[in-house]
């Protein structure tokens, strides 16, 4: 059975992250979505509240699951049996670090790979950022996210 790791932030999930995500869970037997604790920095939604929207909008996907973790991500493929870890590039300045992160957790654990899935064009300027600035300064952004982070961020009023 192949297990892929999808390790990020997700603060919040896009439907670029998505689409990545759909098309790892039609190549591998189960995807693991990581969500990233990271105590230096201040998230925009909690690290909770993230992996709550995120069960919520892969309820559907029944080879995919969300989990958290802290640490090197490559320690936390191994400790749940990855063979994988799964990438998404949205632009070419995209892949100079990711290509810098893979050749290190490669040198960590060269049983584990590293793929990259390149998302659909449509979904090439979508990043957690960008919604973040959409969201904050009042425009809508449900085009870019899953409807149940749509709504919860209108529920929450993240503002």
Request: aromatic content about 8%; hydrophobic content about 40%; some cysteine.
């Amino acid at each position: 059975m192949k297990t892929a790791i999808y390790p990020g932030s997700f603060d919040p999930i896009t439907k670029g992250h998505l689409d990545v995500l759909h098309t790892g869970c039609e190549i591998f037997d189960k995807v693991i979505i990581a969500v990233a604790k990271n105590s230096e920095k201040k998230g925009f939604l909690t690290i909770d509240e993230r992996v709550e929207l995120i069960r919520e909008t892969i309820k559907d996907l029944p080879n995919a699951e969300v989990d958290c973790f802290e640490g090197l991500t490559i320690e936390y493929a191994k400790k749940r049996g990855a063979q994988i870890l799964l990438r998404g590039l949205r632009a070419v300045s995209d892949f100079e670090y990711e290509m810098q992160l893979s050749q290190a957790n490669s040198a960590l654990a060269s049983e584990i790979k590293t793929v990259f899935l390149i998302t659909k064009p449509k979904y090439n300027f979508i990043s957690s950022s960008t919604i973040k600035e959409i969201f904050l300064n009042g425009g809508d952004v449900s085009k870019f996210v899953p409807e149940a982070v749509n709504q919860y961020l209108i529920k929450c009023n993240k503002l």
